[in-house]
């Protein structure tokens, strides 16, 4: 099998995650479809989550930057809502018939530089992506893929060694500065297996976070995109849902407003993994040349040649 090939099985589309784990007579897909254009930033996701997952607190005064206090996602934020804060210049009116009786030839008023404020709102999550890097490197085992595609870490044989961190293309999981292990999102796997929501989708009085089917997610989120596109809100976009991306889709994808960079988002994220065959065979290849430089070397001594003259 080629490079190309093998690069194409750890990032291209994969339609069965859990059977490729090993699972059988699994049930369907699920994930999450968060719709940021009806978020309204109440974080009852973030209590929820950390209610029902026993999650410690992660602080709870103000950064000074925003009406945000968890920043970002990590090992004790499993849900975390931005706030964005974006300025855009005041349109200028439409000008005046020009038959108007009334002000003819008035000039049209001008915004004279004035701005609007807007806040863009959306509750992160894992992405419990199809190629997950995450699980890839785990030395021990503590990832995994559940039955339901999703990637669940097992904190009782997480050993510590953070390999996890730096494969996350999302940044999303971390570990635990009291004791080392990582922790991230299971996506409730323990309500999962007893026929319930997650606990953030349950809680969330606007469904902008929506749980089910990951196939019926995503079939929605682009009828919800079309009808934005026709009610004027042309930048609505959708993030994470494209099996042909760089991780194969996401199990937690999202409805956007503005580039995902906006949000804190990879415009392009790609399984780090995806290259480490291509990486060993190539580390291999260099170090048999280097054996060989080193035989010949040896082998080409004037010690080693008198030896064999004797």
Not at 236 to 257: N, Q
């Amino acid at each position: 099998m080629t490079d190309i090939d093998i690069r194409d099985l750890l990032s291209g589309p994969e339609p069965d995650p859990a059977g490729d784990a090993g699972h059988t007579g699994h049930p369907e897909r699920v994930g999450f479809f968060t719709d940021t254009s009806v978020c309204i930033g109440c974080k009852a996701c973030e209590v929820a989550c950390k209610e029902w997952n026993a999650v410690p607190e992660d602080g709870m005064s103000l950064t000074g930057m925003s009406y945000d206090n968890s920043e970002g996602l990590g090992a004790s934020t499993w849900r975390h809502v931005a706030f964005i804060e974006q300025s855009a210049p005041v349109q200028a009116p439409p000008a005046p018939a020009p038959a108007d009786p009334v002000t003819p030839g008035a000039e049209v008023p001008q915004p004279e530089g004035r701005t609007e404020l807007r806040w863009l709102m959306s509750s992160d999550v894992c992405k419990h992506c199809t190629h997950a890097a995450c699980l890839d490197v785990c030395p021990t085992g503590s990832l995994f893929r559940t039955e339901f595609g999703t990637v669940v870490v097992q904190e009782d044989i997480c050993n510590g060694c953070g390999y996890c961190v730096p494969a996350c293309p999302y940044g999303v999981i971390e570990q635990r500065p009291d004791d080392g292990r990582a922790f991230k999102c299971t996506m409730c796997y323990d309500r999962l297996g007893a026929g319930q929501e997650p606990a953030c989708a349950k809680a969330c009085p606007t469904e902008s976070i929506q749980f089910g089917p990951l196939d019926e997610l995503r079939e929605k989120a682009a009828e919800r995109v079309v009808r934005l596109h026709e009610a004027g809100v042309t930048d609505a976009r959708l993030y994470g849902h494209d099996p042909e991306d760089g991780v194969g889709g996401d199990g937690a994808f999202f409805l956007l407003l503005d580039e995902p960079e906006v949000y804190g988002l990879p415009p392009d994220p790609i399984v780090t993994t995806r290259d480490l065959p291509a990486m060993w065979k190539h580390a291999g290849v260099a170090a048999l040349t280097l054996l060989g430089g080193i035989t010949a070397a040896f082998l080409g001594s004037p010690a080693v040649r008198g030896k064999g003259r004797r």
